[in-house]
């Protein structure tokens, strides 16, 4: 057997060893050995192989199937700006601490700085976004793949293949292989959080920092704080509309905190950041801390849920938090029409019970965040480490194929950033609705909006109809432009990959509604 097909299979038969389930492999001759090693395994049925052309979307399309099972992927591409294309989802891997396994092939060092062919410097390449990297050539095996630092986010293995790179001889390598599934989860011992507060805050990021549902659920009744949730949908004793009605800063004084905890990081509204900032303790916990967050400030921080030595909250503070969030709601169930606002509302309350949301960055998780009447049955997900609107399409479908039936709403823009995340050849049941605004109607709620230049480098409309790029690529996609039709596709079977595009009203006219909705908060 050469050198190079030997490499890969000592490679392949301890990931598959591991109890890792599935791989995303991308075309090219340099990962042969590793490509053909892991297609001869997806054979026996030890690992599911996925192939992806774009290397981009085959490491967010990882990052999808490692949010929805919690287990790492191994992403395989060939040398040069294959390895580069990889970047964005290993920075968003980096930022949630997803065990994203990166094998990227290479020459044999030697040939580097000589001109040789799709040969560049790939050792590194992605700086301290790795929790490890090696770089590997044929005399350093045997070793020991570096699963435990999986524990804390993306590892970066460097192989370097020589000629020949085909294989030899037969699959019987694969009969030795035994199955012994490791733990990922980390195995640090709590620490006691104590507080005297009878007026705290419980704040929860999008993304819990990583945290299981399970376990933040149950922190926060332990606790028995008010509970303010960016993802309501997880969360279904949080307080509703929290985001809206906090924009108001009389409201805000009125709720002043004494403690406010905050589990993971909160990206989605300026209202909770300032409200967050009024209370006189704030305590942290987030693993991230641990490894790319270690600045961060607070008067407590902890790297994972601590036990807990608190009061309970005040029935007349709880109190407090319901009258206002009750009002909003009276407000919030009075918006009309096929705005993005009452879209988020109703996809919110019309999810099937068991299925799964993939939501984009942008407005969407934004309406959703505010508008959404707080709800369990649904499990949420989002790219919220960098909050990209790249390779959403690929995240939704990996989490769509580790998922029982999935929604995944993208604004127009994160939905053509990432078309080549619908080129495979896999079945997937993904309904994708995309909020076509016509641009980035983010950035009309933003300061920049009416400068000179503003539809050109912010708005960038593009004119384009989802739906046709859609049939175009083979599948089916329909426009709809009601409350109606939304629940419609809400209610209907989730069968393969299929787009719904909901035109909307202006960025403009969107801006506009929210700013009233937000005024409107000074005199509930
Ligand atoms: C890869 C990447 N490029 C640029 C940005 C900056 N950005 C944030 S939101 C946004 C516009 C998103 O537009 P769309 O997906 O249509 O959502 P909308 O704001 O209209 O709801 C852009 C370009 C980003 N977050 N990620
Ligand atoms: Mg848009």
Known sequence: MNN????????????????????????????????????????????????????RTAAFFALGIIKATGRPVPIVCTSGTAVANYHPAVLEASHTNAPLLVLTADRPAILRKTGANQTTEQARIYGKAVRYFADI????????????SLRSG???????????????????????????????ESRTKPTTLKSDSNRGVLVIGHDRAGLSLES????????????????????????????????????????????????????????????????????????RMATVDSDRQADKRFTQLPVLNTHKASPEWLDQWDKYSLRCAKNVDGLTGFTEAVIAKEIAANLPEGSTLFVSSSRPIRDLEGFATPRSGVTTHANRGLAGIDGNISTALGIALASKQTFAVLGDLSFLHDLTGLIHREEINCTFIVINNDGGGIFSTLPQRGVDGFETVFGTPHGLDPAAIAKAMGISATTISSIDELKKTLKAAVEGISIVVANVPSRDENADSLKAIYESMNSI
């Not at 050539?137 to 435990?148: A, I, K, Q």
């Not at 307080?239 to 002043?256: E, G």
């Open 4 to 55: 190079s097909t030997s490499l890969a299979r000592v490679i392949v038969r301890q990931i598959i060893e591991a109890g890792i389930t599935d791989v995303v492999v991308s075309p090219g001759s340099r990962n042969a050995p590793l490509s053909l090693a892991f297609f001869a395994a997806s054979k026996r049925e030890l690992i599911k192989l996925h192939v992806r052309i774009d290397e």
């Open 137 to 148: 050539d044929g005399p350093v095996f045997p070793m020991e793949l570096p699963f435990d």
């Open 154 to 184: 993306p590892v970066h293995l460097n192989v370097q293949f020589d000629e020949p790179m085909l294989p030899d001889d037969s699959d019987k390598w694969l009969d030795e292989i035994v199955i012994s599934a490791k733990a990922f």
């Open 216 to 287: 933040v659920r149950k922190f926060a009744k332990e606790l028995g704080w008010p509970i303010i949730a960016e993802d309501p949908l997880s969360f279904p004793d949080a307080v509703a509309h929290a985001s809206i009605f906090l924009t108001s800063a009389q409201i805000r004084a009125a709720l002043i905190p004494q403690t406010v905890i905050v589990i993971g990081r909160t990206t989605l509204s300026r209202s909770i950041n300032a409200f967050s900032k009024l209370a006189p303790t704030q305590v942290v916990i987030d693993p």
